[in-house]
């Protein structure tokens, strides 16, 4: 990996390129993409919660391009999302026709230096950044063990399995918050999408689980009418001053820190909460992000920014995001870069104390 210095020197070229591609679109010189087909890379299986995100915004992303591309996504799982993203790595900017959609599973890797991460988020394009944020739930017997405001002390005696994509993925963000719990969890590790951790719920080979908005949201909203899941908290999200409050999409949830609040021998603050919050930060408010590769040109970043920017601008887009996405911001331009720059960026100390239990909880070695 490139040194923090030249990856914030790549990250200010990228917004200067932002803003300087603005005026090209003004001036008629946006990139034409008429009769051609845009690959959306998504890398992960076809059931997740960024399967969803990319196919609410393909449509709507075609309508928006100049000449009306059709927009064509493409899944690409494999290694925790680490194939997809180094495929990307290798492409180079030729047309405008290939993005790449990066979840906060891609991001931790990065963040932890796996050893299988060959790609440089510095060397990418930033065009959009979708705040998102995830829920946990449990089948109805468990969750009726749950004390007032989601106290989880009653369920330590339990046995949870959980199917995970892996412990350096996003899944290290449930997987530390349940062993804040005091939780015993079993991970059955090697899953491809956070979807094919709610099919494990449904067949009952799971009896946790947590998915991001968008996949809660669409299949796992059908089971809490059904009675089979039961919504337990929504990790929450970020208020102008950096605390966890309720997320916005499910006010009626306790947040994260509120069940850890009150549930026994769960603490919110000290090292461990410090690494939590830190990873949650990275993996949630910034969690998909649209790419343009290395080497697009002022004129292809720019046509991107106004194409996301004109969907935001659609006079349905609340309506139609909200059902689909949740309540969270859609960035683009110098926000989106901001939002680029926490994802990948997590204090040392917060990722020594969580190499350290990847290595003790999970024997995972990152070398």
Known sequence: MISKTKRLMASVAVLSAAMTGAPALADGHAIDLEGKTVEWIIPFSETGGSAKWANFYAPLLSEALPGNPTVVVTFMPGAGSTKGANFFQDVEYDDGTTIFGSSGSTQFPYLLSDPRVRYEYGDWN???ASGTGGVAYLPADLAGQLGEGGDATALA????????QGATRLDLVPLLAWEMLG?????????????DGRLMFERGEANIDYQTSSSYLSGVTPLVEAGTAVPWFAFGALDDAGNIVRDPTFPDMPSFKEVCDVTDGCETSGKQWDAWKAFFVAGFPAQKMVFLPAGAPDAAIATYTQAFEDVKARADFAEISTARLGVYPQLTGAAAQTALDSATVVPEASKAYVTG??????????E
């Open 126 to 128: 930033v065009v959009l």
């Open 157 to 164: 005696g339990e046995d949870f399995i959980y199917g995970s």
């Open 183 to 195: 939780l015993q969890v079993e991970p059955v590790f090697g899953i491809e999408g956070r979807g």
């Open 357 to 366: 239990w990847l290595k003790d909880r999970y024997g995972v070695v990152l």
